[in-house]
């Protein structure tokens, strides 16, 4: 799954589950609002009606108090009965006030139809049998009277009441009545708030009950699901790092360790080697043919073949025993508690019998031949890095043989492991020197004579050793990774030396320079390139490119196909260097890509004998006139192969019969020496007369 769907799938998650935990939250909160309104509400109806009782509680004893009042103040002397009329008058008054304030708070009307349910507060106030509203009014109006006929008696200050005394006196029926009124008033506001409250408490109760559902179905739907997903996630978090980490330490096609967990443990397993006194043995491995399998039946057969390689390599060895792949075709196996040197003998022999058993892929039967290289420990080397590059020389060693076997560390590769170091180092040196020289080998027509290019060839002239063949140096730089700093140390040179001749008017044909996969997988070479041609003021139609069939195989996975695309259209020609000898398909041989043809050495040598080469030869001549392409024999050394290369009808011809290579002042004086002859003009003497 690629980064942006699973950012997306993310974010969903976490945006469900931010709604989801709102939603719960929402809900929860509102069932608790909810109830707690429910309990305010309770709390505020149970105040009330206590406010109500504790006024009916007060009108029942005032009504009470009144009557009596009424009495005392018939029955006792004149000094005593202004005290007990002011004290019935404030009864009576607090009565009044009372009673107002209860049809206040009852909210109570003597027109609502309630007064006929005889459960109703209105029933007691304004229906039989109670009618506590007419009795606790007359109960006011006749303490009134009373109060009123008393201060006109004892002169405090009212005239106001004129009827007769008989006509003032209390009726205790009526105290009785309002007594009676207003007990059953209360036993009716209690029921009441009895019944409201069981409502409340019932509707609370539901509530509650609604809430723990609300809550339980929150867990279920809502939260259940959400710890699910994120258990999921979790899960597949940990999986994806397991993943990772196994990625990490593990090679993704064959699942072997890879080389950063060999790196990583190999100086472990070298330490419990040590512990135990025992010898370890590190088996590197390459396969002979990779390279073939690979352009003859493609990367798909190579991962297959890759695979197998692996598994039968875990099949082979124990499970102490640690099997790495490096990259590519190279593997390396450390073996624990290896034994003697005939039991590494033995089962080396045992693992390359097994590795090179056929392998059938398509039902195509390959024979992928593996080759080892063996270093021992103690005796070869006594760290990890050591080890490897001693059974990386025996490795070397084994393929030089000729490959499907294997060899061991000596002392001879101990040399020759010592003179390669010295080697890189010197290599190193004369790249900062920039002491690399370039030699020409110029390429003529048989037709003519005429020069239709020269190639600058790399030389190295050691202050100390002389001169140093390419064929043993150029294997080191390459494996050191050293050949994009000489090729372009050859470039410069070659390319200043070429502008130099062209400035000068000398014939050399076309410059062409050999170039590798390795320099132009560098990302600015063709920027370089083209900076180098621009500042020597050497025109791009005059350069060539040499590149070998394998960089055109390699196009695909490394994007060079583009990179020469984009030199070509700016002028410079390519050229397939070494054709015949490697696994190109015709496709690839196509004039819009290529413009000229090398035919290697092997197949120009005796050609006159051998009539398999000249067949070859022929066959690559016809093939190349046919599309319109130029071609040139390379390694062309006597005049019999001069003679049938001009036969089959290849004009264009490089080899030590033509030139040997030479330094730039001697390839300047062979140049010259061959430039056209300008005509002299000579003048007559006397009359032309």
Not at 327 to 337: P, S, T, W
Not at 651 to 676: C, H, N
């Amino acid at each position: 799954m690629s980064q942006q769907p699973v950012q997306t799938v993310s974010g969903k998650l976490i945006l469900l589950i931010k709604a989801g935990y709102w939603l719960a939250l929402l809900i929860i909160a509102t069932m608790v609002a909810a109830s707690f309104v429910l309990l305010q509400q309770t709390m505020a109806t149970q105040q009330h009606n206590n406010t109500l009782l504790d006024i009916v509680g007060t009108q029942k004893t005032l009504s009470q108090r009144i009557v009596f009042l009424a009495s005392a103040t018939g029955a006792a002397s004149r000094d005593k009965q202004p005290a007990l009329v002011s004290a019935l008058k404030q009864a009576t008054a607090e009565f009044e006030t009372n009673y107002d304030l209860l049809l206040k708070q009852t909210g109570a009307d003597p027109q609502s139809p309630a007064k006929l349910d005889p459960k109703s507060i209105e029933s007691v106030l304004f229906a039989k049998p109670f009618h506590l509203d007419y009795f606790s009014v007359g109960l006011i109006a006749n303490g009134d009277r009373l109060i009123s006929a008393l201060e006109s008696q004892l002169n405090l200050g009212n005239d106001g009441y004129k009827g007769g005394a008989e006509r003032v006196n209390l009726d205790a029926s009526v105290a009785n009545a309002t007594l009676s009124g207003y007990a059953a008033l209360g036993q009716r506001i209690s029921a009441d708030a009895d019944e409201r409250s069981e409502k409340l408490l019932t509707l609370h109760r539901t509530l509650f009950y609604a809430t723990l559902g609300v809550i339980l179905l929150v867990a279920l739907f809502i939260f259940r699901p959400m710890s699910n997903a994120i258990l999921r996630k979790t899960r597949e978090l940990v999986d994806a790092r397991n993943s990772m980490a196994f990625i990490a330490v593990h090679d993704g096609l064959t699942g072997l360790h890879n080389r950063t967990f060999l790196t990583d443990h190999f100086d472990t397993l070298i330490k419990g080697a040590h512990r135990r006194r025992e010898r370890l043995a590190v088996v590197q491995l390459d396969l002979d043919r990779f390279k073939q399998i690979n352009d003859t039946l493609g990367h798909a057969a190579g991962d297959y073949v890759l695979v197998v390689t692996a598994q039968r390599m875990r099949d082979s060895c124990r499970a102490s025993d640690l099997c790495a792949r490096l990259g590519g075709d190279e593997f390396v196996m450390i073996l624990n508690g290896a034994g003697s040197t005939e039991d590494i003998n033995m089962l080396a022999r045992r693992i390359l019998a097994h590795i090179n058993e056929p392998i059938v892929f398509q039902g195509t039967t390959i024979l992928p031949g593996a080759s080892g290289g063996i270093a021992v420990y103690p005796i070869d080397a006594d760290n990890a890095q050591d080890l490897l590059v001693h059974a990386d020389l025996a490795l070397y060693s084994a393929k030089k043989m000729g490959g499907g076997n294997f060899s061991f560390f000596s002392e001879e590769l101990r040399r020759e492991l010592d003179y390669r170091k010295q080697l890189e180092h010197d290599i190193k040196v004369a790249i900062s020197e920039r002491a690399f020289q370039v030699y020409f080998q110029p390429q003529v027509s048989l037709t003519d004579g005429t020069i239709s290019g020269i190639e600058a060839l790399v030389r190295w002239n050691h202050h100390e050793r002389g001169m140093i063949s390419p064929g043993e140096f150029i294997p080191v730089a390459e494996k050191c990774g050293f050949m994009p700093e000489i090729g372009r140390i050859v470039i410069s040179k070659a390319i200043n030396e070429a502008a130099e001749w062209n400035r000068a008017g000398i014939a050399f044909g076309r410059l062409a320079v050999n170039v590798s996969g390795t320099e132009l997988r560098e990302h600015d070479f063709d920027a370089f390139l083209f900076e180098t041609l621009e500042k020597a003021g050497l025109p791009p139609q005059k350069l060539s490119l040499e590149i070998v069939e394998s960089v055109i195989l390699d196009d695909e996975k490394t994007g060079i196909a583009a990179k020469l695309r984009h030199i070509r259209a700016a002028g410079v020609h390519l050229e397939l260097d070494d054709f015949g000898t490697g696994y190109a398909s015709l496709s690839h041989v196509n004039p819009n890509e290529i413009d000229r043809l090398k035919i290697d050495r092997r197949f120009v040598q005796n050609i006159h004998e051998n009539g398999d080469n000249s067949k070859i030869v022929r066959a690559i001549t016809e093939l190349a006139r046919g599309l319109g392409i130029s071609i040139v024999a390379e390694g062309a050394e006597t005049e019999a192969e001069l003679d049938s290369l001009m036969a089959i009808g290849c004009d264009q011809v490089q080899g030590y019969s033509i030139a040997f290579p030479m330094p730039q002042d001697k390839a300047l004086e062979w140049l010259t020496a061959r430039m056209p002859k300008k005509a002299k003009l000579r003048v007559l003497q006397g009359s032309l007369a």
